[in-house]
């Protein structure tokens, strides 16, 4: 049995996106209920469970998080296409100036 634990890049951007706006909303639905009914327990039970929600929802490597897989390149077709090489600049020599 193998385990893939890797998740693509829009993936991340999708599973962080969906981390703030869950977090946001489960804030202001556990103040909001917190304020109206004049619990602070009831609060913080409230955005407790919306942690455990998020964390759920958005840790896990679900398969919606991996719809654009990175490929890869194969070895082999690397060794045929040599990684390119920065070109070495040289110094010009300063040109001298007649006064």
């Not at 946001?24 to 556990?30: D, E, I, S």
Request: hydrophobic share 45%; aromatic share 12%.
């Amino acid at each position: 049995m193998s385990l893939a634990f890797s998740m693509d890049w829009q993936g991340q951007k999708q599973a962080e996106l969906w981390m703030q706006i869950l977090l946001l909303v489960f804030a202001a639905a556990a103040l909001a209920t917190g304020y109206i009914i004049g619990s602070f327990r009831m609060m913080m039970l409230i955005y407790a469970g919306g942690v455990v929600f998020t964390t759920l929802v958005t840790v896990p490597n679900w398969p919606f998080f991996n719809r654009h897989p990175l490929k890869w390149l194969d070895p082999s077709e690397a060794e045929k296409h040599p990684k390119p090489q920065k070109a070495v600049v040289s110094k010009d020599k300063k040109k001298s100036s007649k006064k």
